[in-house]
């Protein structure tokens, strides 16, 4: 199959599309034939070697695409799934554990679907499971045009939350339309003046933003973090609660989100469908800082 390697780190040139071995599932895994594969901001930190990672290696945690060979009770042959791979999704074939993965609405594609794993949860996690987000509260996120960010918006609006979204003065409508009540461009307004006493801040962009955040949330609010240590002190001297997060695979949380697509109670926004072939180019427009949504990989 091909696939693409990185064996040294660097620029994007490190990318290479190359013929490798098939790998081959373990008891509780399913081999699947990816269509679909997602560009995140951890791949292009693997591959300049700013986060360690073993090499040579296969990037990429995101896949969607169709079951060949299971060996995981609940999978069989021809079933639409996505979620998250083991052996490295910038290739025809991945590895998956049951445990991290789900079925794929029909009415979702394999690029919807593959954009949903690490953005969908981390947002998820952060916003319900850490933050214990609920209805008629306040949360101010960073990066809100962003993969990650734009989830976020639309989960917390969709939850009964008032959702203030940061971002440049472009993505203003756009993060308007996911349903924030508030935009806040930080090119042209001091964030930590704007906004004050809510309830939960969500930072997606980390350095000097997450300090800002800080000082917008109410003393007992919470500020979740997925860019930069939590200002942990800092927090306990204002009676704040702030943590890092790290999503976890979980399928039951894949599926919720993936039904919120098919029902049109959510959308996923894609920058651009790119074929494998030109991953160099997917990860210099990730690696350039200005996504809207997400960019997604075309694998077959």
């Not at 979620?83 to 029909?106: D, N, W």
């Not at 008032?162 to 003065?169: H, N, Q, V």
């Not at 001091?190 to 004050?196: F, I």
């Not at 469908?273 to 990860?283: F, S, T």
Request: include cysteine; proline fraction near 5%; charge should be negative.
């Amino acid at each position: 199959m091909q696939a693409v390697m990185v064996r040294e780190t660097g620029g994007p040139e490190v990318l290479r599309l190359e013929e490798v071995d098939t790998p081959q599932p373990a008891d509780g895994q399913v081999l699947i034939r990816v269509h679909a594969a997602a560009v995140n901001p951890i791949d292009w930190k693997y591959r300049r070697g700013s986060s360690p990672k073993q090499l040579p290696a296969v990037l990429g945690n995101d896949v969607s695409g169709t079951v060949e060979v299971s060996r995981a009770d609940g999978f069989a042959a021809g079933d639409a799934v996505f979620g998250f791979t083991v052996s490295g999704g910038y290739a025809e074939r991945a590895i998956c554990p049951a445990g991290a993965i789900a079925k794929k609405p029909a009415a979702i594609t394999h690029e919807q679907a593959a954009a949903i794993p690490v953005a969908g949860l981390t947002a998820w996690q952060a916003l319900f499971d850490r933050a214990g987000l609920a209805a008629g509260q306040s949360v101010l996120i960073s990066g809100a045009a962003g993969g990650v960010g734009h989830f976020a918006v639309q989960f917390a609006s969709h939850a009964g939350a008032r959702a203030i979204g940061i971002g440049s003065p472009r993505n203003r409508e756009f993060v308007l339309g996911l349903g924030a009540e508030e935009f806040v461009d930080y090119t042209q307004q001091d964030v930590a003046t704007a906004v004050s006493g809510v309830d939960v801040a969500f930072d997606a962009v980390g350095g000097e933003m997450t300090a800002t955040l800080l000082s917008t949330v109410r003393a007992g609010g919470v500020l979740i973090t997925i860019a930069s240590a939590p200002p942990e002190q800092e927090a306990a001297a204002r009676q704040v609660r702030a943590e890092m997060l790290f999503a976890s695979p979980n399928p039951v949380q894949l599926a919720e989100i993936a039904e919120l697509l098919a029902d049109g109670a959510v959308q996923v926004e894609i920058e651009e469908v790119i074929p494998l072939a030109e991953v160099q180019r997917a990860h210099a427009l990730s690696e350039a800082g200005h996504t809207r949504g997400k960019i997604v990989l075309a694998v077959a």
